[in-house]
């Protein structure tokens, strides 16, 4: 036979989901997945790219090449020498954007921060293992190359690609009808 409790103990259920609850808890697992995602897949090709091209240049198609540049600056080669200041900007935006993630409202912005987040994680994971010569003095492996555009990996494609998608994303944001 079943006790009986008292109306005043029972707990209330609540049937909404936990991203009903939440509105941003769901979609901080899917920044958290792409930006793993991104840092692996950046990881394994820069990986491949040491291994492989230590030998020499890979000629794919049309201009495109595979071609081993290491860079201690940023975007384009600029700030040669200030990997350390450039390791520590690309530290505050990770945690700026993983608590800005927290309160995500679509999943297009989720998969944008991801990749961003993903491809300064592993831009900074480069700065902060590639080196022996100090804390953040890392230089970058970049490898891909159009030969008229300045060499670069998949963080860095991230980056941009995920950069476009929150400017997307905040753009039809804003374009929503009103209710």
Request: proline share 3%; no cysteine; net charge neutral.
């Amino acid at each position: 036979m079943a006790a009986s409790v008292p109306a005043a103990e029972q707990r209330v259920s609540d049937d909404r989901s936990p991203e009903a609850r939440s509105p941003g808890h769901g979609l901080l697992g899917v920044t958290i997945a792409v930006a793993v995602l991104v840092v692996v897949l950046d990881q394994l090709t820069k990986w491949w790219a040491l291994e492989r091209l230590v030998d020499g240049d890979i000629d794919v198609v049309w201009t495109l090449r595979f071609r081993l540049a290491f860079n201690s600056g940023m975007a384009f080669s600029q700030g040669r020498g200030l990997g350390p200041v450039i390791g520590a900007l690309g530290l505050v935006v990770v945690v700026v954007l993983v608590v800005s993630a927290r309160k995500g409202t679509s999943k297009l912005g989720a998969v944008a921060v991801g990749m961003v987040i993903g491809g300064a994680a592993g831009n900074l994971l480069d700065r902060l293992f590639r080196s022996d010569d100090g804390f953040l003095q890392g230089r970058v492996v970049d490898f891909i190359d159009f030969q008229w555009w300045p060499v670069f990996n998949v963080a860095d494609m991230a980056i941009v690609i995920g950069g476009i998608l929150l400017v997307v994303s905040a753009w039809s944001g804003t374009r929503q009808p009103a209710q």
